[in-house]
């Protein structure tokens, strides 16, 4: 079967954009059902890399690429909506955010205009998917046009190189390239590095720019005789994109697969549709349906527009976002979107409204005004929200003064993490809370057990040693998984008594009742024969927003819910029946948190006044010292 056309337009790929698009903005606003939805973002990486390669290999072919006309191009299609979105940004930052997001907003404009935002964040940003403040950031979906740039800053040149040489130098070393980057993906094995940085996501580029060489080599999609097989093809890649989407709800409920590794099923069915579909395919005829064409023309507008209005709508009724209200903020985004690319994007492609001189100056003032105006921002970003008058300057002084965790909360102590630091202890003047004295008290399980170590060194007279883990993972309790610390509490002077707290409601959720129950059965049973008094701790409740953001808006009078209902709370202590069944051990007693933070139908995030919590599930110093008070009065191993 011949290929119905050469390497033109294919709107099947405009509609691929829209399937890419959409299942993003769903998934920033919240909707369960698209909880994968991001890897909408890998599908858009694959189709950059082959479109952009198609277009420099026929440039080259007629002798007309020039690196100056490429990068004219990019800031053609990039910019002008960028630089608007951004405009459009600024004024409801100022007056929206509280000052942490601020910050990060800032940070983001410098991003944006500098094609770094995926570095900024790496550095400077919480977590992608876990952290509640994430979604309340304006700009921090910019990561991925800072690194399709990145890699286009040197790729034109490098394959222009690489064309010079066989076929065989050049799959050859783009082969090598790719699975470098892949398989450093997978062995780091962090989300959000695997997300940021961009030798973690080259290789999906990579797959796009394969792609685009085997077309530009046949001349056109590749449809075999067996028309079945031609048929199948497409139809697999579709269902390789939307499964995840539909399937993925958390990355941080299966530590043991890759991010990279699941984010390779929708690229390799991007892949897949790109090269077996036209207009001939089911799958092509469907994708050129003009609704999900004229979508995907629009699709970087959309992306653009889609988490400035999610974030600023849930900075301001953080805790009570309605679903029909986000879904009407979609909606508005392709509105917004379809303005933007029709008076926007489509001028400036032209060169006959627009010289390639304006376009390089524009560019250029573009970049370093918004740069100065986001650092400014960051380094005077108080100043600059206090001119609201509906935000009092003491609500920001207050502020700083309440969220702040100070230098011994739970962010000290990392050197304590480290395997390397093992029975005798190197760093002991920041693992013990008494270096000096005997050790009495073991403190095991991830970063929910580390920010009981202020509290409990406070109210205790004891000597207690930290041997947390980060990470909920790696910081279960587990005798298999922490081997050494087993061995330390094997020794005569190891101390007596051993206090577990760690985010028992994911480690649950991962493991399944039947194996969480096996693997605690077995640490206690460990620890029982090594004759240790067991304190088990409940954790605390998890919020579905930043503490001190909340606390904040009610400050300033908009009032969203804080905390968190009581029943959601007891949603996440499936675990705690699993922990019951211990308390019959005479060696073990478990401390739940339920009646200290719970009182009515809501769990509090504050001591009177006094916020207790430092992020949506670590508590802030004075938290600390509030829990480990009432387990010091609870325990009976600890009441001496």
């Not at 970049?367 to 001119?387: I, N, P, R």
């Amino acid at each position: 079967m011949k290929p119905a056309f050469s390497e033109g337009y294919r709107p099947e790929i405009d509609g691929l954009r829209e399937l890419a698009v959409i299942p993003v903005m769903f998934c920033h606003a919240g909707f369960e059902a698209f909880g994968g939805g991001f890897v909408g973002v890998d599908v858009f990486f694959v189709i950059s890399g082959y479109l952009i390669t198609s277009i420099i290999l026929r440039e080259r072919d007629s002798g007309s690429f020039t690196l100056s006309g490429f990068y004219e191009r990019r800031a053609r299609r990039l910019l002008p909506a960028l630089f608007l979105v951004l405009a459009c940004c600024i004024p409801f930052g100022i007056l929206i955010l509280t000052p942490p997001v601020f910050e990060q907003f800032a940070l983001g404009l410098v991003g944006s205009a500098t094609f770094s935002s995926n570095l900024v964040f790496l550095e400077a940003a919480p977590a992608y998917f876990r952290s509640a403040d994430s979604e309340l950031n304006p700009l921090l979906h910019t990561w991925s046009l800072a690194i399709e740039e990145q890699f286009y800053l040197v790729y034109p040149l490098f394959l222009l190189l690489l064309l010079k040489f066989s076929r065989t130098a050049l799959w050859l070393t783009l082969s090598i390239l790719m699975m470098s980057s892949f398989l450093f993906a997978v062995d780091y094995n962090d989300t959000s590095f695997t997300f940021f940085a961009p030798h973690a996501r080259f290789w999906e580029l990579l797959i796009g720019v394969f792609v685009a060489i085997i077309l530009h080599e046949r001349g056109g999609p590749l449809l075999p005789e067996n028309r079945l097989i031609g048929q199948l093809a497409p139809i697999l890649g579709l269902l390789m994109i939307l499964v995840p989407v539909f399937l993925i709800k958390s990355f941080d409920a299966r530590p043991y697969i890759p991010v990279s590794v699941v984010a390779l099923i929708p690229v390799l069915g991007t892949a897949l549709i790109i090269l077996f579909s036209d207009t001939r395919t089911i799958i092509g005829r469907l994708l050129s349906l003009k609704p999900l064409v004229g979508i995907g023309l629009i699709s970087y507008s959309a992306y653009l527009w889609h988490q400035p209005l999610l974030a600023f709508y849930k900075n301001v009724f953080i805790g009570r976002t309605e679903s029909f209200v986000l879904l009407l903020l979609c909606f508005l985004s392709l509105v917004l979107a379809y303005f933007s690319w029709r008076w926007v994007e489509t001028p400036f492609r032209r060169r006959n409204r627009f010289t390639r001189r304006q376009i390089y100056v524009f560019s250029a003032i573009g970049c370093v005004l918004f740069s100065a105006v986001g650092a400014s921002f960051y380094l005077l970003g108080d100043e600059f929200q206090t001119k609201n008058p509906n935000i009092a300057p003491s609500s920001f002084a207050d502020y700083r003064s309440n969220i702040d965790p100070g230098e011994s909360s739970a962010q000290i102590s990392y050197a304590c993490s480290n395997e390397k630091v093992r029975v005798n202890y190197i760093f002991a003047e920041f693992c013990q809370s008494k270096p000096d004295a005997k050790v009495d008290l073991a403190l095991l399980g991830d970063s929910h057990a580390l920010h009981l170590f202020v509290g409990l060194a406070q109210g205790l007279d004891l000597n207690i040693i930290n041997l947390w883990k980060p990470g909920w993972n790696r910081g279960a309790p587990f005798s298999e998984k922490n081997a050494y610390i087993f061995d330390y509490l094997d020794e005569p002077e190891s101390p007596e008594i051993v206090l577990i707290s760690m985010w028992w409601n994911m480690l649950f959720i991962m493991l399944g009742r039947e194996e969480f129950e096996d693997k605690m059965t077995e640490t206690i049973r460990s620890l029982s024969s090594k004759n240790k008094k067991v304190i088990l701790v409940a954790d605390i409740p998890a919020l579905e927003s930043q503490p001190g953001t909340c606390l904040f808006l009610n400050r300033i009078g908009t009032r969203p819910a804080c905390g968190i209902s009581k029943t959601k709370f007891e949603e996440q202590r499936e675990y705690l029946e699993v922990l019951k069944t211990f308390e019959s051990f005479d060696n073990v007693e478990l401390i739940d948190s339920l009646n200290l933070f719970c009182g009515g139908t809501r769990c509090s995030i504050l001591d009177g006044s006094h916020l207790l919590y430092w992020d949506d599930d670590h508590l802030n110093e004075r938290g600390s010292v509030y829990f480990a008070n009432h387990i010091i009065q609870q325990s009976r191993f600890l009441r001496r």
